[in-house]
């Protein structure tokens, strides 16, 4: 206690030196603190505020046949019960988003329609929430619910002046639906806002179950799942792995009646094989004889056909059981063999195979009734033969990742739908890593400065023990052991390193809400995403913070150590001959 007293003392008898050396660092620690925020504000904008908005914590993505346009599941709807029960999740919004053209009063624009959901009332967070993303200049949000006006869509101003639209006003729109058909309809313009980031002013909203009639989407199919969760930041990538877990699909069977010449050939499983070169190779040597695999035609088991004396080129029809009936409770299916194979010993008999381009199309045309044959044992071989229900992408960790997962997508890779599960952070590691760049730079670039200021506190220190050599003789005289010499000094560069710092923290944070407080307009430009309601955004950490004060302390003390020690080895007799 009684060294720390000293080292006080010390600090206020050179106060010009240590003000200015404390400014220094100050100014410093307020320079890292403002940039670390600055960048951390720039993810936190992107992905907290933009991204979580559109897809959610957690995406849950399909891309039906394996079109990325087409995003639904047929018969999926169940799956957001299922996923809604998993711990930690908040709620389950369906996604819903298409391309398309509006055309306005003599001009025409493409437009992002997203479905908003609207179906039951919002809490309070959410209505929040939306009225900070959109500054309506005409009309509300809420307009989307009247049921009155056709097609109800807002939009925002800069899109509303670029196809001369007003509110009121009925524009036509034409785009694609689930199934892949060109359909238009007429929307009727409701609200015009300002979006509070230039990354939302390209996006036009409807109501949720418009966007459903508009694109075709059935009550029993799911669109794309949004999943909002507690705690993202902690729970995303263990509830994304759980429900990638849940909606792994084994392979499918549908189950019907046969028939050959109007003659019935009893029931017969009907499934798919996998088109990939190694499937193919697999299958390749069941064989029995040749086969054509260019062509839409079916392989059925060696043992079935000898039994019911059925040969390549023959037609069969299938008759099976929907899953949903609606008029007709079956449909039936023409298909024409085209070779024969030997079947596993795990699998029926009675198998027919189609490959799977020509299967999954048949699977969620009439969605057949799936038979519980799937849960059985097959062998590994014919395992990675048989086509699953859908076809689950891998799991990804970056968004280059996720990008080559949606290139394989979009070539053609998957024949079945595909489906994907990511978390926000996954799909905009891209944007953490531009933090972390940024953060990088600009910790080089203080450290370099903090190394030209620290070269001042050990001249500065040297000067001190130079113009206090002889008090230093003097208290070595009185008792005081080197060891003690060198805590004073250490001790006066930390409490000069910590008071400044603290000092450079106040700075950043009144300077931080001087910044914040400026309008920048970006209208057109890019750095506009970058922006909240044409503000900067910066977003300090009381993590961050801490450890910097503790990293400038103790390079500050650090550097000290060299002349504190050169102070306490300095001899009673040395110091006390020495004269200034």
Known sequence: MTLLRMAFRNLFRQKRRNIFLGAAIALGTAFLIIANSFAHGISHTLVNRIISSVSGHVIVNFAHLGKPMSQMLRGGKHWQDSIAQIPGVIKVEENIGILGRLVGNGKSD?????????QGPLSPADSAHLNDDFHFVAGHWSDLRDSTVENPFIMSAARAKYINAQVGDILRVR???????FVAARLTLVGIFEPSNLFMESVTLLNIKDIVQLINLDPEDSPSLNIVLENPQKEARLVADRIWDMLQSPWVFIEGAWQHQGQSLGTAFYSGYLSDSSSQELLQKRLVGDFDWSRNQVLISAPWAQEHKLAPGDTLFLEYALRFPQADSTEKLRLVVGGLFKPDSSLPPNLILARDDYFYPQLYGALPQIHPLNSVEISPDFAQILSPEWQITPRVSTTEDMTKVQKDISQGKYQGTAVSVNTMYEGASAIMQLESALQLITFQAVILIFFIILIGVINTLRMTIR????????MRAIGMQSNQVRKIFLLESALLSFLAAIAGVILAMISMFALSQLTIQAAGNPLGMLLINNHLVFVPTLLS????????VFITVLTSWFPARKAAQLTPATALRHYD
């Open 110 to 118: 493409n437009a992002a329609l997203m479905g908003l959901n609207l």
């Open 175 to 181: 785009a694609q639906d689930v199934h892949g058909t």
């Open 467 to 474: 113009e206090r050599t002889r008090e230093i003789g003097t």
């Open 545 to 552: 913070i801490t450890l910097f004060v503790i990293l400038i």
